[in-house]
């Protein structure tokens, strides 16, 4: 994508009209997949969870103990199967706070080809 402008002071405002774009984006496919990934996942008798967007300098996402889990907007960048991965990953945690054996093999029965994913998202960051 490229923007240009002959005004200086434009080049901030387009930054962040650029980064709302991008929030905006984020929120509407998190939700998507969310839903997508929350069939493979309601069965294991966990609330449906918060989904909240955080800006994280070294996280794509995270679950608090209250069971909210943040996704970093900047994911959006990656492809659905990041995307997913991330979220499966952070539901994962609603039933699991560790990353112990049973988090893995829960994790590896929703994603078998998780371990692939997570070596491609590592790429973006």
Avoid at 5 to 23: A, M, S
Avoid at 90 to 95: A, F, N, S, T
Avoid at 101 to 118: D, G, H, R, S, Y
Wanted: aromatic content about 12%.
């Amino acid at each position: 994508m490229v923007v240009s402008t002959g005004n200086k002071d434009g080049c901030g405002r387009i930054k962040t009209q650029l980064t709302d774009w991008y929030r905006a984006r984020a929120a509407q496919v998190f939700a998507d997949r969310l839903e997508r990934c929350w069939e493979r996942f309601r069965k294991y008798g966990v609330g449906f969870p918060e989904v909240r967007l955080k800006k994280m300098q070294r996280r794509w996402g995270s679950c608090t103990k209250r069971g909210v889990i943040y996704l970093n907007p900047v994911l959006i960048k990656t492809p659905k199967s990041a995307i997913d991965y991330v979220i499966l990953h952070e539901l994962c945690h609603l039933k699991h706070p560790d990353h112990g054996k049973a988090f893995q093999q829960l994790l590896q029965t929703l994603l078998p080809e998780w371990k692939l994913v997570k070596q491609k998202l590592e790429f973006y960051q």
